[in-house]
């Protein structure tokens, strides 16, 4: 049975840090890219980071470089989402998405909200 079960969120202030967990099981996860997504209220899913099988590569929305750092760990089968100097307007919804040619399997989120 796939599972993406993500973790680590909650409530932070401006300026603070977060570190989200996606922990994958029931398919080859070192086989697979990993990307974090998040979604805001009334807003679309937006990609924010994206780490390759090896992590040899990495990619950031413009919105998040500089603060964020994805990461994974193959051998415990999980991937991460450092997130500091978090600002309100990261406040959403962040999933985990595995990818591999069709195969394409999603966490089901957690809330990060970011205020004072």
């Known amino acids: 049975q796939v599972q993406l079960v993500e973790s680590g969120g909650g409530l932070v202030q401006p300026g603070g840090s977060l570190r989200l967990s996606c922990a994958a099981s029931?398919?080859?996860?070192?086989?697979?890219?990993i990307d974090w997504y998040r979604q805001a209220p009334g807003k679309e899913r937006e990609l924010v980071a994206s780490?390759?099988?090896?992590?040899?590569?990495?990619n950031y929305a413009d919105s998040v470089k500089g603060r964020f750092t994805i990461s994974r760990d193959n051998a415990k089968n999980t991937a991460y989402l450092q997130m500091n100097s978090l600002k309100s307007e990261d406040t959403a919804v962040y999933y985990c998405?595995?990818?591999?040619?069709?195969?394409?399997?999603w966490g089901q989120g957690t809330q990060v909200t970011v205020s004072s």
């Open positions: 998405n595995a990818h591999f040619g069709r195969d394409s399997y």
């Open positions: 029931g398919f080859t996860f070192n086989a697979y890219v």
């Open positions: 780490i390759n099988r090896n992590s040899i590569s990495t």
